[in-house]
């Protein structure tokens, strides 16, 4: 179920991330061994919550940032190895309470944690991987990396109980909806590129230009996510297509149908998103409306205009394999909707 909004001329990029799983491949053989490491403890459940999601398949994207970050500025240590590990604990305890709070059932084409453990220990693993992440981060040694991580750890928080406060209000602004993106998705994204510098003793410059594109990168990493779960697959969206509808997300596809519509419109949204009437036949419905305002394309538009900030803040950097790595991110972020 769903439509796949063609923008261009209807053939996918070919886009892609090959180069700097490249890249990375080395450092990340030594995250993957450190994250199952890190992950172990005594306590039985706590290792097989965890593994059930970093085993799950996602792309690990996030730590790749940070390890080409670091080589971007010709790092040389292992310090980077043990912030991406952090990087991927802090994102994975993200999940495991997202899922939770979200009541979500399936992430990544498998039963959510919650469904086979419960949500008491899917909250209590992430806050143990939270822990993990920042007794890594410590080892590290950099006051600086910690800082912007744990700032991000207080930010992604804050933007969860932001969510909340938006959830299901159909009168929700785009501004106020991307400060939920901001803290959620973006600050994530941001201290995963600027650490990299950082730990390289890069100028300030230079790790101002790695927030920004961290910041952007998670922008339209997160509005692509949006179009996807009504133009897209499960296969590229890790979870159910329509699964933010049949939640009753208010995210900017539903933004701007429900503000572009009619009245007789806006009282289909509501009943679907305020009153929780969100079936299967409501989600065809609000995909046409979607398609008739343009509110998909719109949204891709958007990704599109933050992936072209986080490729400017890049252009000052000297070409190099690291570089070319990053900017091919944001074509690859880009290219699942298209």
């Known amino acids: 179920m769903g439509v796949v909004v063609n923008l261009e001329d209807g053939k996918k990029p070919e886009a892609s991330i090959a180069a700097l799983v490249e890249l990375t491949a080395g450092d990340m053989k030594a995250v993957n061994e450190l994250i199952l490491s890190k992950a172990g403890s005594d306590v039985t459940m706590i290792p097989e919550v965890a593994n059930h999601l970093i085993s799950s398949g996602g792309k690990r994207l996030r730590p790749m940032l940070t390890l080409a970050a670091a080589k971007l500025f010709g790092y040389e240590g292992d310090g980077h190895v043990k912030l991406a590990m952090s990087v991927e604990f802090m994102h994975t305890a993200t999940l495991l309470h997202d899922d939770v709070v979200d009541e979500s059932g399936m992430r990544r084409g498998k039963k959510t944690a919650r469904m086979i453990w419960g949500n008491q220990a899917s909250v209590l693993v992430g806050d143990f991987l939270l822990g993990q992440a920042f007794r890594t981060m410590v080892d590290v040694g950099s006051l600086e990396a910690l800082d912007i991580l744990a700032n991000a750890a207080a930010v992604i928080a804050e933007g969860e109980v932001l969510q909340l406060s938006v959830a299901k209000n159909l009168e929700t602004t785009e501004d106020e909806y991307l400060e939920v993106i901001k803290a959620k998705t973006a600050a994530l994204f941001s201290a995963a590129a600027e650490v990299g510098p950082v730990i390289a003793k890069a100028s300030r410059n230079d790790r101002t230009a790695l927030r920004s594109y961290g910041t952007n990168l998670g922008y339209a990493f997160q509005l692509v996510d949006d179009a996807l779960d009504y133009g897209g697959s499960t296969k590229d969206l890790g979870k159910n ?71 400017d803040a890049l252009a000052p950097m000297p070409n190099s394999r690291h570089k070319t790595a990053l900017l091919d991110v944001i074509d690859f972020c880009i290219s699942r909707v298209v």
């Open 241 to 311: 297509v329509g699964d933010d509808f049949r939640e009753g997300k208010v995210t900017l596809p539903v933004i701007l149908s429900y503000r572009r519509g009619t009245e007789d419109e806006r009282a289909f949204w509501r009943q679907a998103i305020e009153g929780g009437n969100a079936d299967d036949a409501g989600l065809e419905k609000a995909l046409g409306l979607m398609k008739k305002h343009n509110a998909i394309a719109d949204t891709i538009g958007r990704a599109r205009h933050f992936g072209g900030i986080a490729r």
